[in-house]
């Protein structure tokens, strides 16, 4: 059986905006939905919870997630536990908030985490926002320039710089004093970003996966600067380490090119997010990932498939 974690959002419930849910398939294709959220909201996530990445260590489920516990106040990232993979996952603590100038007023994760040793892991996470003194900032400098009438909500993700970190965590028990974390000395992973305009100007929540001797890291892209409606891709990343010191970079998919392909009824360009590998025996990867055509405004699960001895970076 295959699980699909996934974050959803409508109508508050409860007092909740987003909520992570479970949803099962045979095949990968055909997946059916447990009906009800498998997360115990706690202070921390009480609002929002999303990004969800499971994994299993010493016959129990660990979920890493990130949170909010109100409307206004940025992501930041905790620990629950399962004793079964259908949960339900009991909150453990916060483990990280955004408390570095690069992490700006918020932080997410990608879907995946990297054994590294018998009780160690490593997580990869991107800031979603810049502070807010450099948002008004940036607003302030653009307002000079257009006049302050011509500025629009969609205007301020044009300066905002997507990085990507990463952050070890080791478990030793299931109380609070029991996990620790600690960031990579080398955040952000700047050297993955490109130049204003470029793919991978900015880098988020992306997945990641080892094979053989290499690593693969699949990150969301998009070129905010250019304007909205911004042109967004998926990644692909290679290297010898899981650190990604240096790697060989590229483009997986398209979202503007590929658009007819990945959803024949979007009326505009896609946004994309949040890709989430599963290597088959074969060698083929199937790549889960969010889509959302930006005229209808619904977030959906979208599957690329694609054999590594085709990809070429």
């Not at 974050?7 to 909740?16: A, C, M, V, Y």
């Not at 109100?70 to 339900?88: E, Q, S, T, V, Y």
């Not at 001797?213 to 990644?235: D, K, T």
């Amino acid at each position: 059986t295959l699980y699909l974690y996934y974050s959803g959002f409508g109508e508050e419930r409860d007092g909740t905006e987003w909520s992570i849910g479970l949803a099962k398939s045979k095949d990968g294709l055909s997946f059916n939905k447990v009906s009800e959220p498998i997360l115990e909201h706690s202070s921390f996530c009480s609002f929002r919870a999303w990004t969800p990445a499971v994994f299993r260590f010493k016959n129990r489920f660990f979920m890493i997630f990130a949170g909010s516990p109100r409307r206004g106040l940025g992501g930041r990232i905790g620990i629950a536990w399962a004793d079964d993979p259908d949960g339900p996952f009991k909150t453990i603590r916060e483990i990280l908030k955004p408390n570095l100038p690069w992490e700006g007023g918020g932080i997410d994760l990608g879907p995946n985490v990297l054994s590294i040793s018998e009780d160690e892991f490593l997580f990869y996470y991107s800031n979603h926002s810049i502070s807010r003194w450099e948002q008004y900032m940036n607003m302030m400098r653009l307002a000079i320039r257009r006049g302050i009438g011509a500025i629009s909500r969609k205007d301020r993700y044009r300066y905002v710089r997507r990085r990507i970190g990463i952050a070890k965590i080791r478990i030793r028990g299931l109380s609070k004093w029991s996990i620790e974390v600690y960031r990579y000395e080398g955040n952000p992973l700047i050297h993955l970003n490109g130049s204003l305009g470029e793919w991978n100007e900015s880098l988020f929540c992306p997945g990641c996966l080892k094979v053989g001797e290499h690593y693969y890291l699949f990150p969301a892209a998009s070129a905010y600067s250019i304007g909205f409606p911004y042109r967004q891709y998926i990644g692909l990343m290679k290297s010898e380490s899981p650190y990604f010191k240096s790697a060989l970079k590229g483009i997986l998919i398209d979202g503007e090119k590929e658009r007819a392909s990945i959803m024949p009824s979007a009326k505009c360009q896609l946004a994309l997010d949040t890709p989430s590998p599963l290597l088959n025996d074969d060698g083929e990867i199937c790549l889960y990932y969010s889509v959302m055509d930006r005229d209808e405004g619904i977030w959906r699960v979208a599957l690329s498939k694609f054999h590594m001895a085709e990809i070429n970076i």
